[in-house]
């Protein structure tokens, strides 16, 4: 999850920064989408660090907010795919590749819900 963090945080800079430069004037592309995904990135990226470093300490909270971050992140990522096989464009290795992982990593938080149970309190 740390390392998820860092890359998302990463590319949701890039595309951030790289969106204001396309508000410039006279550029023929609108830079708008570009930073409306640099900032959900950089949300996402910020969720994926506090919850890996509370799934480090085998928080309970942590695995909540993992197993929502890894569900928003596969269905955005789903919705993607979906907008560019309507819009006629080839699903893209890469693109099966990251819904692969990011649905692996949602059914590995699924599997090991027992281990961030809290304990019965006795009595």
Do not use: C, H, K
């Amino acid at each position: 999850m740390l390392l998820a963090s860092v890359i998302v945080f990463l590319i949701g800079a890039a595309s951030f920064f790289v969106g204001f430069a396309f508000l410039l004037p006279n550029t023929e592309i609108s830079g708008t989408t570009l930073i409306l995904n640099g900032i959900l990135y950089l949300v996402i990226g910020i969720v994926l660090a506090i919850a890996g470093g509370g799934l480090l300490g085998m928080r309970p909270w942590a695995w909540g907010i993992a197993l929502l971050a890894s569900l928003v992140t596969l269905v955005y990522l789903g919705y993607g795919v979906y907008q560019d096989a309507i819009a006629g464009a080839a699903v893209t290795l890469a693109s099966v590749l990251t819904l692969t992982i990011v649905g692996v990593i949602f059914v590995y938080l699924l599997s090991v819900y027992r281990a961030f149970r809290r304990p019965a309190m006795p009595m």
